[in-house]
Structure formats: structure tokens, C-alpha cells
């Protein structure tokens, strides 16, 4: 029995250190019994420098996140959408951890029951 309302959630990160590196991209598809409810996506400014490693591999380079909204302006939105949900993600352990860094850095505490695809 798959609980009533979830959020799958993708990030794209400037590299694997969720203390120290920024996320890129998120995607969020919010599902309330069973029925897609809200979508979300963005590219975001990281702030910080795109590694070439993390360029090729994403495929996101700086010049197209230049104009994109920063973390900042998009949070609430972001934790509203999430909002009595459980966390659903590939590999949920990297996209959790660093969508909590996140949060933690606008002094927002996030957590959530989470399931891992």
C-alpha cells in the first residue's frame, strides 16, 4: 500500500559532497492518491563554479545557469510542494542529503520519511 501523498525528486549537483557542493537542477512531481497533483522544475545558480567533469557529465554548463533563479527564491516553493510528503528518489540517500544541505544553509530544517527507487 503506497502512501497517499509523495514527492519523486531528481537533482543534478556541481559534484557528490552534499557539505560542500550545490545543486544544479530539481525536478519534483508531487502524486496525491495516486493522481499527479504538481510539478516543479527549475535549473538553479549554484553560486560556485560548474566543474568540466560535472559539465560533461549533466551537460548543464555555467552559461546556462547564469540567469537562473538561485536556491534562495525558489525554497518555499520547493518546501510547499514536499509538504507532508515521503522523499522518493533514485538513489535517495545523495538527492535527501542534499536537498537538507540546502535548506540548512536558509537556516530551513527539512526532513521527511523517505523511500529509495
Known sequence: MLPEKLVF?????TGARSAYDR???IGIVRVENNVITK???TLLNPETR???E?????GIHAADVTNAPHFSTVRDEIMEIMK???FVAHNVRFDYGFL???MRRHDLDF????FCT
Open 23 to 25: 545543486v544544479l537542477e
Open 50 to 52: 560548474i566543474p568540466p
Open 9 to 13: 525528486v531528481d537533482l543534478e549537483t
Open 84 to 86: 507532508d510528503c515521503v
Open 39 to 41: 510539478t516543479f522544475s
Open 54 to 58: 560535472i559539465e560533461r557529465l549533466t
Open 100 to 102: 537538507r544541505n540546502e
Open 111 to 114: 526532513t521527511a520519511k523517505h
